[in-house]
């Protein structure tokens, strides 16, 4: 929806954005030509996790903070379980570190090829969504729901579930799936492995507009291999610290043309970024040689800072989740306790994870007896916002000569480069709230 | 050729896992874009239909002003509303603001409380509206929803169980975790629909569809404390995705301290807006 302004203004605003987790809304406006004002505002309501996790015992995190987001529920499970397992100290065995590692690599799956094909495509493509590509582009639509079934499929093997899986808790699992089951699936993960490959060569076809943006990233970097399930976090500035920093090194303050909290490292005043084209800039030495050499036939370089090529880099995430997944399943074996105990103890404990969509924070505070006295969690899409404000900003003056609908379809299409989740980030931001 | 039956997908205060569901149907995705025109589904398409519909799921809980308004917008364009999840059926997870003090929730999360608009409590939707059918869940069950849209699609009533997780359990053949371990398990007061998964994972069942259609509450607390578990335990499993539903409700108030404040009666009214 447009308003001309008597003044030669235009007000460009879009009230529901489509193909996003949870609710959103833009506004860009022009004072003549220029860019006065770029508000991407949040409705979601809020839901208060932070203050009705005061109380609950340390064995609660998982279940409760998965229910943020139905689209990356282990990746709440997993920084959960390690911040907890920090506060009392307890470090868990390298089998349920590779659990951990595997489901998530059922989360990556499931939730790239999602964003991919049903959210993403259709903006290169030219449809509405991905019902409406299926009649001409059949084959990327089927393309796009194998492989989602198949990260479904492997976080049911390993969690019970996709959404908010059940076999996840502090010290490990409640059951490792028998090395027998996890074999009986490598034939169609070995699928969805060529359906990911196939994925990266589609993708890649596509038409890419000129734009590279300045921001820092921000990721973890594990001692070996792909970032996801565990790491410290380095920068592209060249800093780098362990996950217990966060806290310090990251603020959260305000903007005067938004009002929402915008996360800003410490000493920096450019946004920064994360999510898969900070992890891949920070990390593409680590990926295996299949999704590497994938990459570079995309024709991606080491880095990348098109944030529309951010659906090239997910796609060959989905290669490497792929064949990480088939990895640990071949070398699992049968005997090892699920679980440690993780008593409790008073104290403080940080934990972080590569989420679909970027870094994903916890920090708890616990009582002796266990008790969460306090609760942080800063979740990828409140990192994000201001590097999202910061690309339509740039891409409406560059773009401003577009007819109103035109600009208003490349802006959603930058949104959604983001493959942003309001659900999650909402309930740790200040709302938006336009009072005109 | 008749046309077909309009779908249209509503959000509220939710996680969208229960409309990633829909999606999740990923064998029965195009085919059922066949036969039911997704008409207004905002996560995944940009298009929109116009109303009326003849079919809304409804997905979140009522927690704000504006959302207050808008359910009774969209009972008014829907022939048959249909809510998924805890959140759309007992108020959610974030139904536990009901047991606490909202100001102060606000103040604990957000630097500048002033700007949020927000409800004292979270209420499901059958609480504002005229609701035809409840799916159960935290999230819904994949294969509830497709026997859900086929019952809409064909007028019947949908088949969905409302015994205990129970059934469900000793049907899969899995040995009882409570009888067996000792593990404490809200099987017997639960509603079937997950395929009874948790036991079949060594675990117990934590509640996530809510109360079966004749819970003995009282019975399970008993149980559970015989299993060794403390009244704040006992407390906080009761309280948990579906904490708003009435029987866990109750069960959860009986565990609470004595000294701690009661809460508000069920029966007042529950818009009143936090002041801003």
Redesign the interface.
Known sequence: MTHKLTDGGRVLQVGTLARVEGEGAMRIAFEGGDVADVHLRIYEPPRFYEAFLRGRAHTEPPDITARICGICPVAYQTSACWAIEDACGVVVPEEVRLMRRLLYCGEWIESHALHVFLLHAPDFLGYDGAIEMATDHPDVVELGLRLKKAGNALMELVGGRSVHPVNVRVGGFYRFPAAAELRAFRPELERALADALTAVSVVSGFEFPEFEQPYEYVSLRAETGYPIEVGSVVTSAGTAFPVSEFAERIEERHVPHSNALHARLVGGDAPYAVGPLARYSLNSDRLSAVAREAARDAGLGDTCRNPFRSIVVRAVELVEACHEALRIIDGWTDGTAPSVEVPPRAGEGYGASEAPRGTLFHRYVLDAAGIIRDAQIVPPTSQNQASVEADLRAMAATWSDLDDHALQHRCEHAIRNYDPCISCATHFLDLTVERS | MTARPKLAVW???????????L??C??E??PL?GEIE?AY???????VVEGPYDVSLVEGSI??P??LERIHQVRAVSRRLVTIGACATSG???A??NF?D?A???S?????PE????LDR?TPIAAHVTVDFELRG??IDRRQLLELLAAELTGRRPRIPTYSVCVECKRRGSVCVMVADGTPCLGPVTQAG?GA??P????GC?G?FGPQDTPNTRSEADRLRALGMGED?VL?VFR??NAGSEPFRQESRRHEPQEQPQEQPQEQPQEQEVTS
Not at chain 2, 11 to 21: E, H, I, P, V
Not at chain 2, 41 to 47: L, N
Not at chain 2, 108 to 112: I, M, W
Not at chain 2, 115 to 118: F, N
């Open positions: 959000k509220f205060a939710s996680c969208d896992g229960c409309q990633l569901t999606l999740n990923e064998d995705l195009v874009a997704i589904f905002p996560e995944a398409t940009r298009a927690t704000t504006g959302d959610g997870i974030q536990l603001r606490a909202v102060e929730f606000r604990v999360v957000y630097a500048h700007y949020l608009s927000t979270s935290c999230p997950c998964l948790c079949a994972f060594s675990r934590y996530c335990q906080r948990t995705f």
